[in-house]
């Protein structure tokens, strides 16, 4: 069975803090595929990252980080300073390498106050 | 289109009524997926199209709902009967290739409302 967890169902943090959403994972599938889609307010789901799970390294874009540890089955992402329109909500995803079917966490709803 | 669109973008129907939901990928993306996200969850999982075949569609809540694809395009999500616990946010999105190294574009969504 596949799996995604988002323990923080909701973050709120003060302008340029950071803060690190979490995400955790289960797959029996050896290859597979992660991804973090933004959601603003407008509703259309903005994609992020993907990560392929050869792939351990660790991807920094600008305010944006993610630390993939596949000991632990995580996949986090860190913003950097946050910013008030990093407000939304951030999902987290999961697809097997050669497979269709993405699996996605029930989201962190990030509040960033000016 | 320059991106996956959803029409409408909002519907309110009555209890019971049928209802249609559209959906444009974008061109040349043949893998077609549909999602649910109810208030405050995440997203549900559907069906998949792979051109204008539905390899998978377990996601179906019920009898209720079918979907289809025609000329590898677009895409049309029913739901018969509706019911109130149809109230949700119909996500479509599209890809260019499934199991590759690609990630889905998604629409703005339909929000639907069944009084």
Same mark, same amino acid.
């Given at each position: 069975a596949q799996k995604v967890t988002q323990a923080q169902t909701e973050i709120s943090v003060v302008e340029k803090e950071d803060v690190t959403l979490d995400c955790v994972y289960e797959t029996r599938d050896t290859t597979y595929y992660l991804f973090w889609y933004k959601q603003p307010p407008s509703g259309e789901l903005v994609f992020l990252i993907r990560r392929n799970s050869f792939d351990e390294q660790n991807e920094i874009s600008g305010r944006y980080s993610w630390n993939f540890q596949k000991s632990t089955s995580s996949f986090n992402f860190t913003i950097t300073a946050? =910013?008030?329109?990093?407000s939304a909500v951030y999902f987290c995803a999961l697809r097997p390498t050669g497979g269709f079917k993405t699996i996605f966490g029930a989201g962190t709803r990030l509040f960033v106050k000016a | 289109g320059a991106g996956v669109s959803q029409s409408p973008s909002n519907k309110v129907t009555e209890k019971g009524k049928d209802v249609e939901l559209r959906c444009d990928p974008?061109?040349?993306? +043949?893998a077609l997926y549909w999602y649910r996200q109810s208030l405050g969850q995440g997203l549900e999982f559907l069906i998949y199209f792979q051109g204008n075949s539905a390899?998978?569609?377990?996601?179906?809540?019920?009898?209720r709902f079918s979907a289809e694809r025609t000329g590898g395009s677009v895409s049309t999500l029913t739901i018969q009967? +509706? =019911? =109130?616990?149809?109230s949700a946010v119909y996500l479509c999105a599209s890809s260019t290739?499934?199991?590759?190294n690609t990630e889905a574009f998604f629409g703005q969504g339909t929000r639907l409302t069944v009084v």
């Open positions: 946050s =910013q008030v329109v990093d | 974008i061109s040349g993306h +043949t390899p998978d569609k377990s996601g179906l809540p019920s009898d009967r +509706t =019911q =109130q616990e149809d290739s499934p199991g590759r």
